[in-house]
């Protein structure tokens, strides 16, 4: 949405005549609406509910702050990067284990959760595409959905053989990410806790080069003088503020920027303290070195 206004806003200041919507957002809402009974979605209903037929594990990672009552979402972020050499590494044992990077760092975080807490049943939630037909390419409105991917990095398997299974299990869940997340969360959350977020307390988004980002940037726009119509630019850039929310527990946030990976740890401040986040992203790069060097090795 954020760059679709953007580009709308460059047109329309160059003088140029936006291309009329086949659809509008509520178009879609309503077909949302009208898919609530549908075959497919008894279908993707079918392999949530077997997903989490089980007990859903609850993450217990160590914390420096009792667990408030309440959920709270006071917040504070921590930045890190990844260099050039170890991402392209990185990205050749992705191409080699037929793994895409999300799925490599998604095995990657859960590793270290399961180092932090010993269990080896993760639930970790990510953001769904939901921009999955082309006349939705043009709207301003949420379609983002919210996909529960509920992984086993089990100690005594090898990281390419969890990375195997986690790859299935990632490719059958956005498969299945039409399904709305709060109806699974009203069909398998027998238990609910007013302290955590249903099913998932660690948020993981990838987001590639170019995707939804705003950089600074110089579009050539038309200014019409007394006299003629003369070629200007229009400079537009990011806003820099002190982010002090935290959705979650914790959200691990990766972007590429050119050949580097840069992370950002966003981080509830009632449960974690600075430096125990420091750590954490230390452990995160220790897991990712070890992994480039040996993706055969245990996870134990």
């Known amino acids: 949405s954020q760059q679709v206004f953007i580009s709308e806003f460059l047109a329309l200041y160059g003088g140029k005549t936006l291309t009329p919507l086949r659809i509008q957002y509520k178009d879609y809402a309503e077909w ?16 949530w509910l077997k997903v989490f037929s089980n007990d859903i594990p609850i993450l217990d990672l160590p914390l420096d702050f009792p667990r408030p ?26 191409k080699e284990q037929g793994a895409t990077l999300f799925m490599i760092l998604l095995a990657i975080i859960n590793v270290l959760l399961m180092k932090l807490s010993g269990q080896e049943d993760i639930v970790v939630g990510t953001p769904g595409l939901g921009r999955d ?9 949420i379609f983002i959905t919210t996909v529960a991917l509920r992984n086993k990095p089990l100690a005594e398997a090898t990281f390419t053989e969890f990375l195997e299974n986690l790859k299935e299990n990632t490719l059958n869940s956005f498969d299945n990410q039409a399904y709305p997340f709060e109806t699974l969360v009203d069909k398998v959350e027998t238990r609910r806790d007013a302290s955590r977020n249903p099913l998932f307390d660690v948020m993981f988004t990838l987001q ?30 990011p806003f820099h503020f002190q982010h002090q929310v935290s959705k979650f527990d914790i959200t691990l946030s990766a ?46």
Not at 38 to 44: F, V
Not at 82 to 88: A, F
Not at 213 to 232: D, G
Request: hydrophobic share 35%.
């Open 32 to 47: 949302q609406k009208n898919q609530q009974d549908s075959e497919l979605l008894q279908k993707q209903e079918d392999y």
């Open 69 to 94: 009552a309440a959920q709270s979402f006071a917040g504070n972020r921590l930045t890190f990067t990844i260099e050039q050499e170890e991402v392209e590494r990185l990205k050749a044992v992705g």
């Open 133 to 141: 037909h082309p006349n939705l390419d043009k709207i301003i409105g």
């Open 208 to 237: 590639h080069k170019g995707e939804d980002t705003v950089e600074s940037q110089e579009a050539p726009v038309v200014r019409e003088t007394e006299s003629n119509i003369e070629l200007s630019l229009l400079q537009y850039l």
């Open 255 to 300: 972007g590429e920027n050119t050949d580097r990976l840069g992370f950002t740890f966003e981080y509830c401040i009632k449960l974690f303290a600075l430096e125990t986040i420091q750590r954490f992203s230390s452990y995160f790069k220790l897991i990712l070195s070890s992994i480039i060097e040996n993706q055969g090795q245990k996870i134990a």
